[in-house]
């Protein structure tokens, strides 16, 4: 790597630790994140912009290609915006469990209990609308090719979420396919393409999860060592 002080400074932000304090640090983190739920009960209990706009800052934080940044959290909180967004959901969403997402899908997802209905999305005070711009640039206003676009897209959804969740928040990721009328409604330009839409609010009380949801792999299962 070439490194001038025209292109590169120093690194200052590391903090040195010993093994115990690092094992310490990465357990009490697994502890946090290991009580994260996807929620489908939502409570209408309203949140501050402020706390979207901190998540969204930690999510501004993850790598990409080139450091080109290519995301756009589109956050709706109007009412009516949202009730939109339901609505065009809600059509994509009939046709996926009327047979457009083939048996073995459906099947994978019974234990979760979906179905093409989905009043959480009006409920919960805030819906992140997260599009993958396929143009853009470290730079406001660029317009170079983006690379590893969904990489890049998916670590900041990763940390949007984990910010939520340290922030007291509840989440949910809802897909529905295709996205396009996100553009529109979010009044995003064609070149970017809707990659998730993040629910986000308190929990309702009394709010259930499914059983088949608490089902997590091991490490061992999941990582080797070599």
Known sequence: MK???????PLETYEKLTSVEQINRAQA???????????????????????IEACISAAGT????????????????????????RQAAEAEERA??????????????APIGT?????????????????AQRRGG????????????????GIATGLLIAACHEAGLATLVHTPNPMSFLNCL???????KPYLILVVGHPADGAMVPRHALKKKTPGEICSFM
């Open 115 to 131: 179905e093409a209905d989905k009043p959480y999305m009006e409920l919960a005070p805030w819906l992140i609308c997260i599009f």
């Open 3 to 9: 490194a001038t002080p025209e292109t590169h400074v």
């Open 186 to 192: 979010c009044g995003r330009p064609d070149t970017e």
């Open 138 to 153: 470290a730079e406001a206003g660029e317009d170079r090719k983006n690379y590893y676009i969904h990489e890049s897209v």
């Open 29 to 51: 983190f697994h502890r946090d994140l290991s009580t994260r739920r996807s929620v489908r009960d939502f409570a209408p209990t309203p949140v501050d912009r402020a706390v």
């Open 62 to 85: 993850a790598p990409s290609g080139a450091n080109h940044q290519p995301w756009f959290f589109a956050c709706v909180g109007s009412a009516e915006k949202k009730r939109e967004i």
């Open 96 to 109: 996926f469990y009327a047979g457009k997402a083939g048996e073995e899908w459906l099947d994978a997802l």
